[in-house]
């Protein structure tokens, strides 16, 4: 697959042209959470993030971070390109109703809500355990994992990044990619929630139109991100995700 990370973007361009993102995430208990996942989104080529939370102390960690955010208090009549919602959150109510919108990316507590947020493509990102919450149990080796997530795509009828090594993203009409860039450093909290905000990012600004091409702009993703926590482990020993935030831009680059 083309490894041109960002969208070429056209003279005329403005803050609006490039995508825009809604981030729903944090809470007391994992504010920094908001940070890294907003982090993610700032990097991946869209023009305007907004962020959404009711804590009050996240919503200030965020601004603090990052005085480019725009904080929101509702998510009721906000128009994006693409949704980010879950990490660091509470588990949301059944129904969680957002602004129709060409893209969803589902972490955390939010991807039981697959099937019913409203939204064109909508892609989740679990890990085994949270696969196992979702009632799907992943296979051995590299083909179970591809197997697995095929299922749960066809199931949930979504695009299913199922993160660990070996990160596999699955379509719901058949289409699989298996990033083997990968290694032990991603083995560390955070890292999910940095990947949930690049890949908004870059469904907004590249802007897909079909499931297929969505896919191959999240493996986009799923390649930055690795390449940045390879870049920080050559450099730095252990690593913590916020390393791979400072990664993130020069290998984007690229």
């Known amino acids: 697959m083309n490894q041109k990370f960002l969208r070429k973007l056209p003279r005329d361009s403005n803050k609006y042209s490039h995508g825009t993102v809604a981030v729903v995430a944090g809470s007391p208990e994992y504010s920094g959470a908001a940070v ?74 939010a991807m039981r809500l697959a099937r019913k947020i409203n939204a064109e493509i909508v892609v989740i990102t679990p890990h085994e355990g949270e696969a196992r919450k979702l009632g799907f149990i992943i296979g051995e080796g590299e083909q179970g994992r591809q197997q697995s997530a095929q299922e749960m795509a066809e199931k949930l009828d979504c695009i299913v990044v199922l993160k660990g090594a070996h990160t596999v993203v699955a379509s719901p009409d058949g289409l699989v990619v298996v990033d083997d860039l ?23 600004s590249w802007r897909p139109e079909t499931i297929h091409e969505a896919v191959v702009v999240i493996f986009k993703a799923v390649s930055a ?15 913590t995700s916020s390393d791979i935030l400072k990664y993130l831009p020069i290998t984007i680059k690229q």
């Open 225 to 239: 991100h690795a390449l940045a926590a390879r870049a920080a482990a050559a450099e730095l020993s252990p690593i």
């Open 182 to 204: 990968a290694g032990p450093e991603l083995a560390t909290a955070g890292t999910g929630d940095i990947l949930a905000g690049l890949i908004g990012s870059m469904l907004a």
């Open 36 to 109: 890294l996942c907003v982090g993610g989104a700032r990097r991946g080529g869209s023009g305007y993030i907004n962020f959404i939370c009711r804590d009050d102390f996240t919503r200030a960690l965020v601004a603090g971070a990052y005085p480019d955010v725009v904080l929101r208090e509702k998510v009721k009549g906000l128009k994006v390109d693409a949704w980010v919602i879950g990490p660091g959150s509470p588990p949301l109510r059944r129904r969680f109703n957002i602004p129709r919108s060409k893209f969803a990316v589902l972490d955390a507590g």
